[in-house]
C-alpha cells in the first residue's frame, strides 16, 4: 500500500497559478502510475492528469495547456502545476498511485477554489 499525502490548495483568483504536490511514501520510479483526479460537489470523480513509469503524461482536454503534471523520483514526489486556472477548475484534487500489480491508492485531496 502506497500512502498519499497532497499539499498546496488554496484560494486564487481567475487566471491565477497553483501547484499541487502529492509525497509518496515509496520510490515513485517502482509505481506504474500516478495522476491527479479532481471532484467538484455534485460531479463525479474525473481525470485531470497522469504520469507514467516511463514518463508519459496525458490529460483531460480542459486543463492541456494549461496544467503540467511532473515528477522529482529524488523527492518521491508528483506535482501538478496548474496556470491560467478558471472558476471551473474548483474542486477537491486527489492524488492517485497504480501499482505494477494493480494496487490502487488515494490520499486524502486538498481543496482548489477558484474565485474573485
Known amino acids: 500500500q502506497v500512502q498519499l499525502v497532497e499539499s498546496g490548495g488554496g484560494l486564487v483568483q481567475p487566471g491565477g497559478s497553483l501547484r499541487l504536490s502529492c509525497a509518496a511514501s515509496r520510490n515513485i520510479f517502482s509505481i506504474n502510475v500516478m495522476g491527479w483526479y479532481r471532484q467538484a460537489p455534485g460531479n463525479q470523480r474525473e481525470l485531470v492528469a497522469t504520469?507514467?513509469?516511463?514518463?508519459?503524461?496525458n490529460y483531460a482536454d480542459s486543463v492541456k495547456g494549461r496544467f503540467t503534471i511532473s515528477r522529482d523520483i529524488v523527492k518521491n514526489t508528483v506535482y501538478l502545476q496548474m496556470n491560467s486556472l478558471k472558476p471551473e477548475d474548483t474542486a477537491v484534487y486527489y492524488c492517485?498511485?497504480?501499482?505494477?500489480?494493480?494496487?490502487?491508492?488515494w490520499g486524502q485531496g486538498t481543496q482548489v477554489t477558484v474565485s474573485s
Open positions: 492517485k498511485s497504480q501499482t505494477t500489480t494493480g494496487g490502487i491508492s
Open positions: 504520469i507514467t513509469k516511463g514518463g508519459i503524461t
